[in-house]
C-alpha cells in the first residue's frame, strides 16, 4: 500500500484504515513507518520487511497469510515494489494463490510527472540509472528513440552527471524537469532544456530527486556535434553576423549551454574573422 511520500496529509482514509485493521505492517524501515502509525494514532504492530531481508522473510508471510492473517506492505514513502521492496513478496502471494489488494496513494513518479508540463499520455519509469559512465551513456543511447516521456530517479550528487550525459546523447534541446522534495517544505521543480537545467544545478542541489525527460519526437532536432557547431558558427560570420550574436544564436538553437558552445566553436573563433574584436580596425 502506498503512503505519503512527504505530507503525511497525502495519506489517504483507506490507507489509514487499513493500517488500523492488519495484524501487522510489514515495513521497508520500521522507525519511519512508526512516526506515521502515531501520526495516525495507530499501534499495529511492525516487522521489518526490506532488501536485505525480503527472500528469507517471504516463506514464513506467506504461511502466516495461508493460515488467515492480513499484512500491510509499505516503504519508506511512496508505492512499495517501485524501486522499493515488495515486488517478490507480490509475486510469491499470487503464486500461493492469496489475494493481493493494492491500496493507491501518493506516488513521486506520478507527481512528478503531471508537474513537469511534459506529455503524460504515454510515459516509461526507469527507476534509478546506472552509476557507472559508459553504462550510464548506453541506458540513454537505448531511450534515445523512445517516443514515451522518461521518468528517473537520481541522487542529487549524482543529478549533474546524469543530466549532463543525457544531454550528450538525447540532445542538450530536449526538454526536461527536475522535481525536489515532491510534497514536502522545500518543493522545487525546475523545468527547460537538459542544457538549460544543467546550467542550473551549478549550485548544490539536496533532497530527493525525479528527473522527467521528454521522450523522442519527430520534430525535435538531432543532437548537433562540434563539427557542425564550428560548421554553422563559420556560416554565421561569413553572412556577416558578429561573433558574440552568433554564438548566442547557436546557442538558441541547439539547446546547448553557452560555454559549451563557446568551448566547441573556439578554433574556429581564432580563425574566423570577429567583428567583436576587429570592428574598430581600419583597412
Do not use: W
Not at 507527481?111 to 541506458?139: I, M, N
Amino acid at each position: 500500500m502506498a503512503t505519503p511520500i512527504g505530507n503525511l496529509g497525502d495519506i489517504t482514509a483507506r490507507a489509514a484504515e487499513t493500517l488500523g485493521s492488519v495484524d501487522r505492517v510489514l515495513a521497508e524501515d520500521t522507525r519511519r513507518t512508526r512516526q506515521l502509525l502515531s501520526h495516525l494514532g495507530l499501534n499495529t504492530p511492525l516487522s521489518a520487511h526490506h532488501q536485505h531481508n525480503e527472500a528469507a522473510a517471504t516463506p514464513g508471510v506467506i504461511t502466516a497469510l495461508l493460515a488467515g492473517e492480513d499484512f500491510a506492505v509499505v516503504s519508506d514513502a511512496g508505492t512499495p515494489a517501485i524501486s522499493d521492496p515488495g515486488e517478490r513478496l507480490v509475486a510469491a502471494a499470487i503464486e500461493a494463490g492469496v489475494r493481493v489488494v493494492p491500496i493507491p496513494g501518493a506516488s513521486a513518479v506520478l507527481a512528478a510527472l503531471v508537474a513537469s508540463g511534459l506529455p503524460a499520455d504515454r510515459f516509461v519509469f526507469l527507476g534509478y540509472p546506472p552509476r557507472k559512465k559508459g553504462e550510464l551513456k548506453r541506458f540513454f543511447e537505448g531511450e534515445s528513440e523512445n517516443p514515451a516521456t522518461m521518468i528517473i530517479l537520481e541522487s542529487p550528487r549524482r543529478l549533474a552527471t546524469t543530466i549532463r550525459l543525457a544531454g550528450e546523447v538525447l540532445g542538450a534541446e530536449r526538454r526536461a524537469c527536475v522535481g525536489r522534495e515532491i510534497t514536502k517544505l522545500h518543493e522545487e521543480f525546475r523545468r527547460g532544456t537538459l542544457g538549460e537545467l544543467l546550467d542550473s544545478l551549478e549550485d548544490a542541489v539536496k533532497g530527493e530527486i525525479t528527473l522527467v525527460i521528454e521522450g523522442a519526437t519527430a520534430s525535435a532536432p538531432a543532437p548537433v556535434s562540434d563539427d557542425e557547431l564550428r560548421r554553422r558558427y563559420a556560416l554565421l560570420l561569413a553572412e556577416g553576423i558578429e561573433a558574440g550574436e552568433a554564438r548566442r544564436q547557436l546557442t538558441r538553437a541547439t539547446g546547448r549551454r553557452r560555454r559549451d558552445v563557446y568551448r566547441a566553436i573556439h578554433l574556429a573563433d581564432q580563425s574566423e574573422p570577429d567583428t567583436e574584436r576587429t570592428s574598430g580596425a581600419s583597412s
